[in-house]
């Protein structure tokens, strides 16, 4: 056996008896994928002393045998526990309770009277005696005084009802006992730099820690390579892209773009300039762009992205523009069939020379306008397509696709990304992906990893700005009155207001929720306002189960000033320019994410009117509910708020399941917390890819690396 070979061994050869266990229960196949079952946390031997020394509301570990186990069952089948009594010490008993059939199936015949365990959590009183309640548990062997006597620090591991956290321990234990050197992925000079463990080391003091420096020490070296494993894939990825060919679309002079710049009737933003020279230049490359533009609510990103479309049917190519609902396409479609105005009539009467066609591609099309819009894009005649899932069917083809623009793109999985590129055909086009929902940088260095990262802050002069409050219905009831009151008197000067619920209300599938408050629903908003505080007023609704007929032609109306107000799910979320509204009122506003608050407000003050929106809650004050709102209220940067949400999510809900083999690939790595290890580790991998893209000179990185990509998890990194 080589050193190389030791973690690819297979588990059997360490584990045992034990290896089909760890094999079903943690998908382990290798000694490898043992030793990266890391430790939840630590237990110190002195921590695990007798009953006599538990205190109520302090975390403790306590060791103890056995002396009764019983199983109580109520009336009702699913009211069952199983009740645990330690054998006395220091004049006290313990009782630890498990409650749920699953838990007492578990445990019931493994914490027999006599047995030996190890159990830890919160020591609280019920009826004067003391007792845990749902704590880890670990059955301990007859053995384990003797064979853990030295070690100051016990391991706890994650276990399941097959497996016990000593069970795991010991065939670690085996491992690390002839595990010898270990070809390590971080090159040597990078270890150095960072001043990082070896990685049997680190196996070693993970494992096996004497002190609390030693496994901080490891937990920081194993942080390091699941962060650097990744930025290596992605920076191999980078490198590919980069080394494709690509058809350069430079523009030219005299052409559409150069023509409509001269039309703006207002200047871009040294932001919406500088982006643009980065997109203008990459544009004009022989190898694709594949960029992700991400700024604030009314930054002009839409703008941009239209320069960079006309700019590739001045070269003669085409532009996909991809959105996430029909709204927001039919919105697109919409504006910047205005701002072309007649640049965008080719073959049209009327229509300026050369000018090109804007094309809409959407589900709900009728036959005749979908076969026009078919045609167009297949023909070239339309150099603009925008549209919505409808643009990845088969049947959509193009005649020279150049540049693809997908908007939102959080709302879209990668597979769907790469099937509208495919249709380039051989030649992969550009890409510019943006979205309007700030991303941390930590995210965009996981999430995005592959992607150039362009940054929009600044908003267009002349923007107004938007107060938000917080319209607390828990405590102050009479604000509520006093909010529809305002709708009628921003009416009444002859402007519009969105009122945004979460939920429709016609018991259709969207509406499913174990929410035990009902939340105010489209449906029945739109009968209580009209009859009530709004009566009088043109007052619609809008959601996403309307007839897309419909749904334009509330937004249509909306846009042209016929409805005062139009009730709304969160349809209206992004895209949507309506720059007579002034006001927005989002009902049950605590149920909404920090991110997504911060976009529907950016749907008021678009015009020259100071925006207001009312973030109705009945959250408690105090409430982590009610600070979030408060958060939305005092600022206005989404940047900021960003990072808040960020913070009050869970990391799986960061990355997500289109980023599953990502997620699967970290174990101790927080997307959420380790900023400066991710940042470090892309610097280091771009590096040592940029010197040696094929990894010869680094084996023990290359099989890391392969096992990341060729995982079934990780299939996604093939498609982005």
């Known amino acids: 056996m080589t050193e190389q070979s030791f973690l690819d061994e297979r588990l059997s050869r360490i584990a045992g008896a034990h290896a089909k266990k ?35 509301d302090e975390l403790a570990t306590v060791v ?71 704590p880890d548990c670990d059955v301990l062997p007859e053995d384990v005084e003797s064979s853990q006597r030295m070690r100051p620090l016990i391991p706890i591991y994650s276990i399941t009802s097959k497996v016990t956290s000593w069970q795991i321990g010991q065939a670690i234990a085996n491992a690390l006992d002839i595990i010898g050197p270990v070809p390590d992925p971080v090159p040597e000079q990078v270890r150095k730099g960072h001043q990082l463990l070896g990685l049997a080391e680190a196996f070693e003091k993970i494992h096996r820690p004497e002190t609390a420096d030693d496994y901080r020490s490891a937990q920081r070296r194993l942080r390091f390579d699941e962060a650097f494993v990744l ?45 643009g020279k980065q997109i203008d230049t990459e544009l004009g490359g022989r190898h694709p762009m594949h960029r992700l533009l991400q700024g604030e609510v009314g930054s002009g990103k839409t703008l941009v992205a239209l320069r960079a479309m006309l700019q590739v049917v001045d070269s003669g190519g085409q532009a996909a ?33 050369d000018a090109t066609r804007v094309a809409l591609l959407t589900g709900s099309l009728g036959a005749a306008a979908r076969r026009e819009g078919l045609l167009d894009a297949a023909s070239g005649a339309a150099g603009i397509v925008v549209g919505t899932h409808a643009l990845l069917e088969e049947r959509v083809q193009f005649a020279d696709l150049g540049l693809v623009v997908v908007d939102e793109q959080h709302r879209f999985g990668v597979e769907q990304r790469a099937a509208l590129t495919e249709k380039a055909g051989e030649t992969p086009p550009h890409v510019l992906v943006m979205t309007a929902t700030p991303i941390p940088r930590t995210v965009a260095m996981t999430v995005f990893g592959d992607l150039d990262v362009s940054l929009m802050r600044e908003l267009p002069p002349g923007r107004s700005p938007i107060q938000t409050t917080v319209v607390p219905v828990a405590d102050r009831p009479e604000w509520l009155d006093r909010a529809w009151q305002r709708v009628r008197e921003e009416v009444g000067k002859g ?27 489209v449906v029945d908003v739109l009968e209580q306002l009209r009859d009530g505080p709004l009566n009088g007023l043109r007052v619609e609704m809008l959601h996403g189960r309307m007839a897309p007929d419909d749904k334009d032609g509330v937004m249509r109306a909306f846009a042209a ?10 349809v209206i979320e992004v895209g949507v320019d309506v720059p007579n509204a002034s006001t927005m009122v989002i009902l049950d506003a605590d149920r909404f994410g920090v991110s997504q608050l911060h976009q529907l407000r950016g749907r008021v003050g678009r015009g020259s009117v100071a925006g207001l929106c009312l973030l109705v809650s009945g959250a408690a004050p105090g409430s982590a509910q009610r600070e979030r709102l408060d958060a939305v209220a005092a600022t206005s940067d989404g940047f900021a708020l960003a990072q808040i949400d960020l913070e009050a999510r869970r990391e799986g809900d960061v990355l997500g399941a289109a ?62």
């Open 495 to 521: 402007h519009q207001v969105y009122v945004v619920c979460s939920r429709i209300g016609d018991d259709g599938p969207d509406d499913a929720s174990a929410d035990e408050t009902p939340r105010a629903a």
């Open 22 to 56: 760890l094999a079903d229960g943690f998908a382990m196949a290798t000694v490898g994928d043992l030793l990266r079952h890391y430790p939840r946390r630590y237990v110190s031997r002195g921590a695990a002393g007798d009953l006599g020394t538990l205190v109520a």
């Open 659 to 720: 980023q599953s083999g990502r997620r699967s690939s970290l174990r101790l790595l927080s997307v959420l917390r380790h900023e400066q290890i991710i940042a470090e580790a892309r610097e280091f991998a771009t590096s040592v890819v940029a010197a040696d893209s094929s990894l010869a000179a680094h084996p023990a990185l290359a099989r890391e690396v392969a096992a990341l990509v060729e995982s079934e998890q990780a299939d996604y990194l093939e498609k982005t």
């Open 321 to 353: 523009l991809l959105a996430p609902t029909e709204v927001l396409a039919q919105q697109h479609h919409r504006s910047i069939s205005a701002m072309l105005g007649d640049l965008a009539q080719g073959g049209m009467l009327g229509g300026a020379d």
């Open 561 to 570: 000033g016929e409805v005062d107000v139009v009730v709304a799910t969160t």
């Open 231 to 275: 930025q290596t894939v992605l920076a191999q990825r980078r490198a590919a892209l980069a080394a494709l060919p690509a058809v350069a679309r430079p523009g030219r002079a005299d052409g559409l773009r150069q023509r409509f710049d001269e039309r703006l009737p207002y200047d871009l933003t040294a932001a919406q300039r500088d982006v």
């Open 64 to 134: 103890g045998t056995v002396g009764t186990s019983v199983v109580r069952k109520g009336r009702d089948r699913r009211n069952i526990r199983l009740e645990v009594t330690l054998v006395p010490s220091g004049g006290q008993s313990l009782r630890v309770t498990f409650f749920g059939i699953k838990m007492v199936k578990v445990w019931e015949h493994r914490l027999l009277p006599g047995v030996r365990a190890m159990f830890s959590g919160k020591v609280t009183e019920f009826r004067g005696q003391l007792q845990l309640t749902h």
